[in-house]
């Protein structure tokens, strides 16, 4: 129990962290920080731990978030039991859609998730129209079933909630990040042949990290679904497929606290700048632009890198000095 | 279907795989080339259209819309490749993927900021229609398909005949040994990416007139496109001519029958097409990398 | 010219990300002299050509062309100073004809007099036609080597030609080798040790990423054997 808590402890705090963080902050705010952060975790996971870039993550996200939509919208009161739905539907869209994918080298990989995307949003904006609305959306925020301790309209109670679910979420990948599995997926990364012929089924880990990421997606989109009670296609709108890349990086891909620290500034800064500036584009592609110049590693592997930098420097002083 | 409805969808269908071909064959030869994803391409399609259609208003004249537009886009495109590219080559095809969308995401912005989010009319450049198998058809799109099959032409014969052309293919199969000749890689990868950008620029100018211009035009098309570079093979001209004219039949037969087919169909080919081959219908054994 | 260095590398030191496979490596190599490298799979020569050549940045280090330093120079531009690389993965432009390989080399050296490599290689004449695709192991490696004769060629470098050859061909290849060394000043890296023995003049031996032995005597050259001394 101990060896449990001192593994998983910081975890904990942190995000209880993020929760005193509302003391001073818009609960608003902190509650799209926390989903989308579980959402950049998502890319986060697929990059830094696969190798695999999608430009496509809206789709795993948006389809989640339809089937609790839906479900609210059509069939039940229940959230949780639509959050349920929700993370099957995305769940076993990523387990089709991925048995394919994952076979296709990384340039593919990525193009076929962009394409994947814009398919997704035409099919629920256009195709199915008379199921899901088109632009209108499906509103079913007054029908969602309200309990005294878990009042989804409320936004301390849904931030409480965010955030056991992001803990919870950050405990399972740091636990994949300690297992066999979880070396088996960089070992993908590094030297996919290599595994290959070491005897390794690389098609099946490769199959395995996809799934477990696009879930990660979908518990994001389901969450939206359910904050927001209402959804439309812009939840995978082409034009914000970019945005996810821009966290990951910005936070740093594959360490853990990077896509909540990526997360935290890019949608401060773009709180700021949307108040004085509407050309968001601008703003969003220069930092693309920029992060991708200065390095892959993010502020967070920075951070992290900070200390053992200093310590570094110190041994190294002193070494010269004696 | 009848036969006039029919010849009518058939040249529809070719007219957009001559806009398609334009706008992917630059995409694949780049990516066969250089190793690089450049998503910038769609700015360039985009300023293409918007110089046309600044120019077309202004000065009434279309192509000299068309020709402003792609020497717009080459010098855009040069500041872009001498800024930033340089500095990409040698990584991964993601780190260019991932900064040519910042430059696209730039250009948006900028599009936006100059001339609004309204859509624009660009005029049709000839106005006159002929009758064919008991339809009438526009001018102007066989004039589209004609100038895809010069490009073509074009294009086949500078790789094939002319000592760049060459040095691309050669630099396709391996850019080290090319390097290893005494060719200087480097300006022949500029001088790629400035003749993608002037066929991006080329095809924005023509579709332009087809569509509406509006600053989102560049990523509407994106993924059809990407589509039809994947599906014909990344790095492959003939993969492109190929897949853009199939794409461009499925869509337009998508149109008169269910118009939501149109734009599944192109993705449910990809997926089939994946299925059987994964790196395209004439994806190259030589792009092991 | 004819009795100074031709080519020299200082110290010179090459890491793939972490792992280091070029230690301090120092070489002369005297012109219109046979240098020949040897070693077992692994020992760092190919890894020595490829950072002589420009292909891989050395960490340190510095290579000296007839007086010339050429660190860090792009490959393009060492080849144009007149050190020529022959991988050997013996592949050539297998979409391009032998005569669209040899235009391609032509046109980077500003050399378009194909004598002199129809003078080495004869049986190039009768294959120009024929794509890169179609040619057999020893057709690639005399085009690859003609292509690198063109222009000004004051050093080549060329990893491990013989290797996978048919006997009679490797007999060819050396004779070239021998014309060819009163022109230029030859680097070969070399698995055989009968054709390493026939052509060195002088003979460097890696082990582990370091240079461990120079041979530079006729008596130490014929003595070398493969079990004993790699």
Request: without cysteine.
């Given at each position: 129990m101990m060896r449990l808590l001192k593994t998983y402890g910081t975890i904990l705090l942190v995000f209880a962290g993020v929760g005193v963080l509302r003391l001073a902050l818009p609960g608003a705010f902190l509650i799209h920080v926390t989903i989308f952060s579980i959402y950049t975790m998502a890319f986060s996971f697929l990059m830094g731990r696969l190798g695999l870039v999608s430009f496509g993550q809206p789709a795993y996200m948006g389809i989640a978030a339809y089937g609790t939509g839906l479900y609210l919208h059509y069939f039940g009161t229940n959230p949780l039991l639509g959050m349920m739905v929700g993370i099957i539907a995305g769940v076993a869209f990523a387990g089709v859609i991925g048995g394919l994918f994952v076979r296709l080298s990384s340039s593919y990989f990525t193009l076929a998730n962009l394409a994947l995307c814009a398919i997704g949003f035409f099919v629920f904006q256009r195709a199915l129209v008379h199921i899901t609305r088109g632009d209108t959306g499906l509103w079913y925020l007054g029908r969602m079933e309200r309990w005294p301790l878990l009042n989804f309209r409320d936004p301390d109670h849904f931030l409480t909630f965010a955030l056991i679910v992001a803990a919870g979420i950050w405990i399972v990948v740091k636990g994949l990040d300690r297992s066999v599995f979880g070396a088996a997926c960089l070992a993908v990364k590094a030297n996919e042949r290599k595994l290959q012929f070491l005897g390794y089924n690389t098609y099946r880990i490769k199959w395995l990290g996809f799934v477990m990421a696009n879930s990660i997606a979908a518990v994001a989109g389901t969450l939206y679904a359910v904050y927001f009670g209402f959804v439309s296609p812009a939840i995978m709108d082409v034009l914000r497929a970019p945005e996810v890349v821009v966290v990951g990086l910005l936070g740093g891909v594959g360490s853990l606290y990077g896509p909540l620290i990526g997360t935290f500034v890019y949608i401060a800064m773009q709180d700021l700048v949307s108040a004085i500036f509407v050309y968001w584009e601008l703003v969003v592609g220069t930092m693309l632009v920029l992060v991708m110049m200065a390095g892959e590693r993010g502020i967070a592997s920075l951070l992290e890198s900070a200390p053992r930098l200093l310590r570094m420097r110190a041994r190294h002083d002193r070494s010269s000095a004696g | 279907m009848s036969v006039p409805e029919l010849a009518g969808t058939v040249v529809i269908g070719l007219a957009m795989s001559a806009i398609f071909f334009m706008l992917s064959v630059g995409l694949s030869l780049s990516y066969g080339l250089m190793r690089i994803v450049s998503l910038d391409q769609f700015l360039y399609y985009s300023v293409g259209a918007y110089m046309t259609y600044v120019v077309t208003s202004q000065a009434g004249n279309f192509w000299l819309g068309l020709l402003t537009g792609v020497i717009a886009s080459c010098t855009l495109a040069l500041t872009v490749e001498k800024s930033l590219y340089r500095r990409i080559y040698?990584?991964?095809v993601m780190f260019s993927m991932i900064t040519s969308y910042g430059v696209l995401l730039v250009g948006i912005g900028a599009i936006k900021y100059i001339w609004g989010l309204v859509p624009r009319p660009v005029m049709t450049p000839i106005v006159g229609h002929v009758s064919l198998l008991g339809t009438t058809l526009p001018v102007y799109r066989f004039v589209v398909i004609g100038l895809a099959v010069v490009l073509y032409i074009g294009l086949r014969l500078f790789l094939e005949r002319t000592i760049v052309g060459k040095a691309i293919r050669a630099g396709i199969e391996d850019v080290d040994k090319t390097e290893g000749l005494g060719i200087d890689v480097y300006r022949i990868f500029t001088l790629v990416f400035l003749l993608t950008a002037g066929l991006s620029a080329l095809a924005g100018g023509i579709h332009a007139p087809l569509i509406m211009v509006d600053p989102h035009m560049g990523l509407k098309i994106i993924a059809t496109a990407f589509m039809i570079v994947i599906i014909g093979g990344l790095g492959s001209i003939k993969g492109t001519v190929v897949s853009s004219l199939l794409i461009g039949q499925v869509m337009a037969f998508g149109f008169t029958i269910w118009a939501p087919a149109a734009e599944m169909a192109p993705f449910v080919i990809m997926l089939l097409v994946f299925l059987i081959r994964p790196t395209g219908l004439y994806g190259s054994q030589y792009l092991r990398r | 010219m004819a009795t100074g260095a031709a080519l020299q590398v200082n110290n010179m030191n090459v890491s793939y990300g972490e792992s280091r496979v070029l230690f301090d490596a120092s070489l002369t190599f005297p012109a219109s002299a046979v240098s020949v490298i040897v070693g077992r799979n692994g020992a760092g020569k190919t890894t020595l050509l490829k950072a002589i050549a420009g292909f891989l940045k050395p960490g340190s280090g510095s290579v000296v062309l007839g007086g010339d330093e050429i660190t860090g120079l792009r490959p393009y531009q060492v080849v144009r100073k007149g050190l020529k690389y022959i991988p050997q993965d013996k592949e050539v432009f297998s979409d391009l004809t032998v005569r669209e390989n040899l235009e391609l080399a032509s046109y980077a050296m500003k050399d378009h007099d194909w004598s002199k490599v129809l003078r080495y290689f004869p049986k190039l004449q009768q294959l120009m036609?024929?794509?890169?695709?179609?040619?057999s192991g020893g057709e690639r490696q005399m085009l690859m080597m003609g292509r690198a004769i063109l222009g000004k060629t004051h050093v080549l470098l060329v990893d491990e030609?013989?290797?996978?050859?048919?006997p009679s061909i490797v007999q060819d290849l050396v004779a070239a080798f021998k014309q060819l060394a009163s022109h230029c000043t030859l680097v070969l890296v070399e698995q055989n040790l009968a054709v390493a023995r026939e052509l060195a003049d002088q003979l460097y031996l890696m082990k582990e990423g370091k240079v461990v032995a120079h041979l530079a005597d006729r008596a130490g050259i014929e003595s070398l054997a493969f079990e004993k001394d790699l």
């Open positions: - | 040698e990584k991964g | 036609h024929r794509k890169g695709a179609y040619l030609p013989t290797e996978g050859l048919a």
